[in-house]
């Protein structure tokens, strides 16, 4: 029952039939070629039965193994290493088919390769996720064939493997490692001046060749009879909140990834930054209400607090409620934070709806928030106009950008600071805000 189930027809099967027809047509006009076409035959259907018998003589004639990392990181490439191992005693054709999951929409994954006897093939091939969740990976399947190809036997490896597809922990790693090797520049990060220092005082030094004269201590001067001055340190554990609209304006799709997700793995990436500052870092989803809350914490563990937050997120189709928002905030955050705000506005009347709550947080908080350019419409705008609808389509196009820019200048009008990014450089955008606000000594 075994063998009928596993035994599959090579594709050189039906060459070798062909080739036998071919010879029993021709000897309709040379008869003598009739005999040597049921010779044929009859070889063929001993090496047929041979070839079953080389592939079903060996219980595990094959050995294959998917390798799989507990989680995925969305919207990068992910590494899928495969081994296979030949434990026949001769050379043998496999043919290597995975069953991928569902969210990828790919039914043509095949890889071939001749494996000599007793020898390990390994490969590795990179899938790239743009949804967060569960991701189950089927059954492993390897077809393989002896050298006369006629049947293939069929082995089944690794059935049924789930794999959680969370926020990008690639681009977080990434960025925590030049910021800590001060390597930001090759990513766009800027290095920013410091225009002055922050309130907290840490000590009182010796003055050496290149400290600032203004920090200079004249009574701790006049005691020791030298030069003296005051040491200062930038702020710890300042409360900051990542605050996600999860109101269906995320959830338009830039190449592939939501507006969302963008925003998700940004705010990973910039808490883990936050984080090695030092800093709090929390934070907060609403669309009608405020769904998900998380306090500022610089707790070891919060870290994977937030990722496991994030990854539970979902977009809703439902308007965003500010109001709510306001309300909320001053209700329960009480200390001046850091807000930044991932959501969107198409158009400046639909900022001016919500800029009254936007105004009254920023009295309160330090507001920045954040939204996106529409890269759509880009090359609508280089493009150039031929015909009398493409001047329509390109002007329209223009005003939309236009409006953008004006809604980051209303905000400023207001005291918020607005962040107007293409989702591709989100993350650069945001953290390099957060550097300048510690540098100038605002948090």
Do not use: C
Not at 38 to 67: E, P, Q
Not at 134 to 146: P, T
Request: hydrophobic share 45%; charged share 25%; net charge positive.
């Amino acid at each position: 029952m075994d063998i009928i189930k596993n035994l599959y027809i090579h594709e050189r099967f039906f060459k070798y039939l062909s080739s036998i027809a071919a010879i029993f047509l021709v000897s309709f006009w040379f008869p003598i070629l009739y005999m040597v076409a049921w010779f044929m035959v009859t070889i063929f259907g001993i090496l047929f039965i041979g070839d079953i018998y080389l592939l079903f003589r060996v219980g595990k004639g094959i050995h294959a193994r998917r390798i799989l990392s507990d989680k995925f990181s969305n919207s990068d490439l992910n590494p899928i290493p495969i081994t296979v191992k030949n434990n026949y005693k001769f050379k043998v054709e496999v043919k290597l088919i995975d069953e991928l999951p569902t969210q990828f929409q790919k039914r043509d994954f095949e890889q071939v390769s001749f494996i000599n006897p007793q020898n390990i093939w390994e490969f590795e091939y990179a899938m790239k996720p743009f949804e967060r969740g569960e991701y189950v990976f089927g059954n492993l399947n390897v077809y393989v064939s002896s050298f006369l190809r006629i049947v293939s036997r069929r082995y089944k490896f690794e059935e049924n493997k789930s794999v959680a597809v969370y926020p990008s922990y690639i681009q977080m790693k990434k960025y925590e490692f030049l910021a800590l090797s001060n390597r930001l520049t090759e990513f766009g990060l800027k290095k920013i001046r410091r225009i002055g220092h922050t309130l907290e005082f840490e000590q009182i030094k010796n003055y050496i060749a290149g400290d600032d004269v203004r920090t200079i201590n004249w009574k701790a001067t006049a005691k020791r009879s030298q030069l003296m001055v005051n040491q200062y340190q930038d702020e710890k554990s300042q409360p900051i909140y990542s605050i996600i609209d999860v109101g269906r304006v995320m959830k338009m799709p830039f190449e592939e990834l939501k507006l969302i997700d963008y925003a998700i793995n940004s705010t990973l990436a910039f808490s883990n930054i936050a984080l090695r500052k030092n800093d709090k870092a929390g934070l907060l989803t609403f669309a009608k209400k405020v769904d998900t809350v998380l306090a500022a914490s610089n707790k070891k563990t919060h870290l994977d607090t937030i990722n496991e937050a994030l990854y539970n997120i979902t977009t809703q189709f439902t308007d965003t409620d500010f109001g709510y928002l306001y309300a909320f905030i001053k209700r329960k955050i009480t200390q001046r934070s850091l807000l930044i705000l991932y959501t969107n506005f198409e158009h400046i009347s639909s900022l001016k709806r919500q800029l009254p709550f936007l105004t009254v947080i920023a009295k309160s908080h330090l507001l920045v928030v954040v939204f996106f350019a529409n890269t759509e419409l880009d090359q609508l705008i280089l493009d150039n106009a031929e015909d009398l609808q493409a001047i329509y389509h390109k002007t329209v196009a223009e005003k939309f950008a236009y409006e953008k820019k004006l809604i980051v200048k209303e905000l400023e009008s207001k005291g918020v600071y607005g962040i107007l990014t293409k989702p591709q450089n989100l993350t650069v955008n945001v953290i390099n805000k957060y550097l300048e606000f510690k540098s100038k000594g605002f948090i």
